[in-house]
């Protein structure tokens, strides 16, 4: 997204090729959610199809999870500059 941000959205090029790795991503994230939820079902060893959802704030969580990636990007791009 910083990237995008930043001037990639001028680039179509590279807008497309950010845009497609946020994607694989996103897809990426809803396939852990989704195990994760058929986890939840059998862990509750019961017959019901459903899972009890609860509102919990999520900014904390996906603040942590962009310093990780971030962190980890950093020291990709420090170690090859072409990724840039």
Sequence with gaps: METLKTGALNHPEEAARFLGIIEKHTIRLNAIIDDLMKLSIIEQKTDKKEILLENRPLLS??????QVCQSMADEKSDTNPAIL
Excluded: D, N
Excluded at 61 to 66: G, V
């Design 61 to 66: 969580i996906l603040q942590s999870a962009r």
